[in-house]
C-alpha cells in the first residue's frame, strides 16, 4: 500500500464531508480495498464520523474491505448476457478457480465479482479478466485465459 | 485556445476551422466506443498509426478515433472521409490493404462491407445500409464526425451556437417557453415534462439553484447513455448550460458511472476545453451568465440512479431516496432546488433551440416528440444503439433494424425498462415506440433498453432474474421494498425449480400489490412490473411450471423438459 499517494487523495478533500464517496472510490480503485487505518484517517481528515463511513463502505459492493487479488475476474451477468448463458460462463469460472463472487483466492491471485452490464452487449456473454474484455468464450477459452494469469 | 468573448468570434472560429480544413482530405473514423473497445479497436488504432507513418502519409490522412458508431455487433468499425465508406469488423491485419487501396487508390474493399445476410446485397455507405438506414440519428449521428476529445471537431459542426443564440438572442423565459413548446419530455424512465421541471425550479424561492446530468446507466442491457455521453460530451454539456440559464443556476453536476473510465476521461476533458475557450465558467461568450459544473461518480448501485439518492450521493452521503412529498425541484441537492435530467434528455436541448420547438415537435406522436434513442439487444441479430422518432412500430425496429432473431428462432417478446420495466407479447409488436401507449400496456419505457427474447426464453426466469437484480439493488431502507422482493424472488425461484405451489401466483400477486403500493421510492414500487406484466401475458407459463412441473421454453435446469 503506497501509503503517501492515500494521504495525498485525502488531503486533496480536507475538511471536505461533502467528498467522502468520491475519496472511498478513488482510494478503492488505486489500492483495491480499503484497510481500516485509512478509513479512519479519512473520517478524521474529512471530518465525517466513522460509522457512517463504515456504514458506507460495508453496503456497497464497489467497496472492498479485504485486499482484492492480482486479477480481478468479472462476470457480467446484465440482461443481454444473461440471455446469452452468463450463467454457463460463472459455472465454469468457479469451477475452475474455486472461488464464488465476492471472493478472492487463498494466494491472493483472483477475485472474482458479477457485474451488471458492462455497456457491450453486442459481445455477450462478456468477461472481463484483469481490466480487459472478453467475448464469447467457451469454456476452453476460459481456461486459457485463466492460466495466463500468472 | 484563446477565450470567445462573443457569438460573433465563435463564429469566426468556427469559419477558422472550416477554412483550414481540406474536406477532400481522407479521414479515417474509428469507433472506440465500449463495444468496439472490447472486440480490439485500440489494437487497430495503433495499426492504422503505425501504417500511415510507414506508407509516409502523415501529413496525406487524419485519424479520428470516435465514440460508438452505434452498430456494436459488428464492430470494430471503421468510416472512411470523404467518400463515408463503412468498414465492419475490421482487423489489424488489414489495415495495409485499406490503406493501400480505400485510401490512396479509392478502392472499396468487398469483403470488408456490410453484406445483407439474407440477399447477400453488399452496401457501402450508411445510408444503404438497413441498420443505419432506417433509423432518424439526430442525436447520436454526429458521433462518427466528432472525436470526443476535440472540442474543435464539435464547434466544426456548427456546436455551441445554440448556447450562444441562447444567451444572446433569447430571455431566460423565451428558452424555456420553447422546451415547454417542444413538449421535450425525459428520456430517464419516466417521461416527465422538462419543461415543467425547469418552471418549477425557475420558480422555486432560492438564491443558489443546481442542474444536474443523471448518467448512472443503471439499467442492465441500457448503453445509450454512455455512447451518447462518451462519443458526444459537448452535445450533453452544451445542453446543460442552457438549461442552467434557463433555470437560473450557477453550477451543474454531471453524475456518471465509476465503472466506465471513458466517460470520466472524456467529461473532464469536455470540461477543461470548454473553459479554455470561454464556453463553460465565468462570463460565458461574454455574455455575463456564469455557470461551473463538477463531475461525481456514482457507486455502484442501481438505486443511486433515482432522484433522491442521486442527490444525496453528490451530498457524499449514502444513496438513498427519501419521500418526495417535495419535489427535488423545488429542495433537493442541500435543500436547493435541483433540476435533474437524464443525458439524452439534455442533448434534445441544443437543436430545440436551434431549430426551433415548431421543428421538434413535427417529429414523433401527439404526446412523445423527437427521437429515442434504444439500446438494442438480446437474442437479435443486430447488436447496438438505435435512434428512432418517437411512433416508430417495435416490429421496425426489432426486424428493420435489428435484422430479427438469429438461427431462425421466433420471436417471443421484448421487454422494456430493465427491472422496473415489463414485456410485450410478440403477439404486440406492431405498438409504437410511445411513452404511453407502452405503458398502457405493462410495458414502460424506461430509459431505452430493449431486450429483445427468443421462443427460448422462460418468462418466468426473466421475472425471477429481475427481482434477483433488484435484491441487491435497493437500499434496504424501507420494508416493502426490502421484504417484497425478497419473498418474491424465493416464490419465483422455487417456481423455476420446479417447487412451486397451488396458489403462489394469488401470493406473488398479494405482495405484488404491497411492494407496488407502500414502497418508499419508485424502486420498490416499480419492482413487481416484470412479474406483473409476464403474468399478465405468459400466465400459462406459470401455470406449466407450478401445475405440470415443466418448463414450456426448456429453459429452466430443474425442470421436467417435456
Ligand atoms: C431505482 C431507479 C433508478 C433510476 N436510474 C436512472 C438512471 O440510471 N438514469 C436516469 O437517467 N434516470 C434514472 N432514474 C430516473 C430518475 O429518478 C429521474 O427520474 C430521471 O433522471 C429524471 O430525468 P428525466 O426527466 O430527464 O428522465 C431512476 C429511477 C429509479 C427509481
Ligand atoms: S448485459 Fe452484459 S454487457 Fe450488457
Known amino acids: 500500500m503506497d501509503s503517501d499517494r492515500i494521504d495525498q487523495i485525502i488531503n486533496k478533500h480536507q475538511g471536505q464531508a461533502r467528498s467522502l464517496i468520491q475519496v472511498l472510490l478513488e482510494i478503492q480503485s488505486e489500492n483495491r480495498w480499503l484497510p481500516r487505518e485509512v478509513l479512519e484517517k479519512v473520517s478524521e481528515k474529512l471530518e465525517v464520523p466513522l460509522s457512517r463511513v463504515l456504514r458506507i463502505v460495508t453496503f456497497y459492493k464497489t467497496f472492498s474491505f479485504t485486499p482484492k487479488g492480482h486479477y480481478e475476474i468479472d462476470v457480467c451477468t446484465g440482461t443481454a448476457c444473461h440471455l446469452r448463458g452468463a450463467q454457463r460462463?460463472?459455472?465454469?469460472?468457479?469451477?475452475?478457480?474455486?472461488?464464488?463472487?465476492?471472493?478472492?483466492?487463498?494466494?491472493?491471485?483472483?477475485?472474482?465479482?458479477?457485474?451488471?452490464?458492462?455497456?457491450?452487449?453486442?459481445?455477450?456473454?462478456?468477461?472481463?479478466?484483469?481490466?480487459?474484455?472478453?467475448?464469447?468464450?467457451?469454456?476452453?477459452?476460459?481456461?486459457d485465459a485463466l492460466k495466463k494469469c500468472e | 485556445m484563446a477565450r470567445v468573448n462573443s457569438p460573433a468570434e465563435l463564429d469566426r472560429l468556427r469559419k477558422g476551422f472550416l477554412s483550414k480544413r481540406d474536406p477532400d482530405k481522407p479521414c479515417i473514423a474509428i469507433c472506440a466506443g465500449i463495444g468496439c473497445l472490447g472486440l480490439g479497436s485500440d489494437r487497430l488504432i495503433g495499426a492504422l498509426e503505425e501504417e500511415i507513418k510507414k506508407q509516409f502519409l502523415e501529413a496525406k490522412v487524419d485519424i479520428r478515433v470516435t465514440g460508438c458508431h452505434g452498430f456494436c455487433e459488428k464492430g470494430p468499425l471503421v468510416v472512411i472521409y470523404p467518400e463515408e465508406i463503412c468498414y465492419f469488423g475490421v482487423t489489424p491485419e488489414d489495415v495495409p490493404e485499406i490503406i493501400s487501396q480505400t485510401v490512396v487508390e479509392k478502392k472499396v474493399i468487398d469483403r470488408l462491407v456490410y453484406t445483407d445476410p439474407n440477399t447477400g446485397e453488399k452496401a457501402v455507405h450508411q445510408s444503404e445500409i438497413p441498420f443505419y438506414r432506417n433509423q432518424t440519428r439526430l442525436l447520436i449521428g454526429n458521433n462518427t464526425r466528432i472525436n470526443p476529445k476535440r472540442i474543435d471537431d464539435y464547434l466544426a459542426i456548427g456546436g455551441y451556437s445554440a448556447l450562444a443564440k441562447a444567451l444572446f438572442e433569447m430571455s431566460a423565459e423565451q428558452v424555456l417557453g420553447e422546451i415547454k413548446k417542444a413538449n421535450l419530455r425525459g428520456r430517464g424512465g419516466g417521461g416527465f415534462s422538462a419543461g415543467s421541471k425547469w418552471e418549477t425550479a425557475r420558480n422555486a424561492p432560492a438564491e443558489e439553484k443546481y442542474v444536474i446530468v443523471n448518467g448512472h446507466e443503471g439499467e442492465p442491457g441500457a448503453f445509450m447513455d454512455r455512447a451518447l455521453l462518451t462519443g458526444n460530451p459537448h452535445e450533453v454539456l452544451e445542453g446543460l448550460i442552457i438549461g442552467a440559464y434557463a433555470v437560473g443556476s450557477h453550477q451543474g453536476f454531471i453524475y456518471i458511472r465509476h465503472d466506465t473510465p471513458q466517460l470520466r476521461e472524456n467529461m473532464e476533458v469536455a470540461l477543461a476545453q470548454a473553459e479554455e475557450y470561454g464556453l463553460l465558467g465565468e462570463n460565458i461568450l461574454g455574455s455575463g451568465f456564469n455557470f461551473n459544473v463538477e463531475v461525481h461518480l456514482d457507486i455502484g448501485i442501481f438505486v443511486s440512479g433515482e432522484s433522491s439518492a442521486l442527490m444525496r450521493s453528490i451530498e457524499g452521503k449514502a444513496p438513498e431516496p427519501r419521500p418526495k412529498y417535495i419535489r427535488t425541484s423545488v429542495s433537493g441537492i442541500w435543500e436547493k432546488p435541483?433540476?435533474?435530467?437524464?443525458?439524452?434528455?439534455?442533448a434534445n436541448v441544443p437543436q430545440i433551440i436551434s431549430k426551433g420547438s415548431a421543428w421538434y415537435s413535427g417529429i414523433g406522436t401527439e404526446r412523445s416528440k423527437g427521437t429515442k434513442l434504444i439500446s438494442l439487444?438480446?437474442?437479435?441479430c443486430n447488436t447496438g444503439v438505435v435512434e428512432v422518432p418517437m411512433g416508430t412500430s417495435l416490429r421496425e425496429i426489432v426486424y428493420d433494424m435489428g435484422g430479427g432473431i438469429p438461427d431462425g428462432k421466433k420471436l417471443k417478446a421484448v421487454h422494456f425498462g430493465g427491472p422496473m420495466g415489463g414485456s410485450i407479447p410478440?403477439?404486440?409488436?406492431?405498438?409504437?415506440?410511445?411513452?404511453?401507449?407502452?405503458?398502457?400496456?405493462?410495458?414502460?419505457m424506461g430509459a431505452g433498453g430493449m431486450l429483445v427474447m427468443d421462443e427460448d426464453t422462460c418468462m418466468v426466469d426473466v421475472a425471477r432474474y429481475f427481482l434477483d437484480f433488484l435484491a441487491g439493488e435497493s437500499c434496504g431502507k424501507c420494508v416493502p421494498c426490502r421484504e417484497g422482493i425478497r419473498q418474491m424472488l424465493k416464490i419465483l425461484t422455487n417456481i423455476t425449480e420446479g417447487k412451486g405451489r397451488e396458489g403462489d401466483i394469488?401470493?406473488?400477486?398479494?405482495?405484488?400489490?404491497?411492494?407496488?403500493?407502500?414502497?418508499?421510492?419508485?424502486?420498490?414500487?416499480?419492482?413487481?412490473?416484470?412479474?406483473?406484466?409476464?403474468?399478465?401475458?405468459?400466465?400459462?407459463?406459470?401455470?406449466?411450471?407450478i401445475t405440470g412441473k415443466r418448463c414450456p421454453a426448456l429453459s429452466c435446469k430443474e425442470q421436467a423438459h417435456t
Open chain 2, 426 to 444: 410478440e403477439s404486440l409488436i406492431d405498438t409504437p415506440l410511445d411513452f404511453d401507449a407502452l405503458t398502457k400496456l405493462g410495458a414502460p
Open chain 2, 506 to 545: 394469488q401470493l406473488l400477486e398479494e405482495l405484488a400489490e404491497v411492494a407496488g403500493g407502500a414502497s418508499l421510492c419508485a424502486l420498490g414500487r416499480s419492482a413487481p412490473n416484470p412479474f406483473l406484466s409476464t403474468l399478465r401475458y405468459f400466465r400459462d407459463e406459470y401455470e406449466a411450471h
Open chain 2, 377 to 380: 439487444s438480446g437474442n437479435i
Open chain 1, 89 to 143: 460462463v460463472l459455472d465454469t469460472v468457479q469451477d475452475l478457480t474455486g472461488i464464488k463472487p465476492g471472493e478472492t483466492d487463498l494466494d491472493s491471485k483472483l477475485s472474482l465479482e458479477t457485474v451488471n452490464c458492462l455497456g457491450c452487449c453486442g459481445l455477450g456473454p462478456v468477461m472481463e479478466i484483469g481490466g480487459k474484455t472478453h467475448s464469447k468464450m467457451s469454456p476452453a477459452e476460459i481456461a
Open chain 2, 338 to 346: 435541483s433540476v435533474l435530467n437524464n443525458v439524452e434528455t439534455w
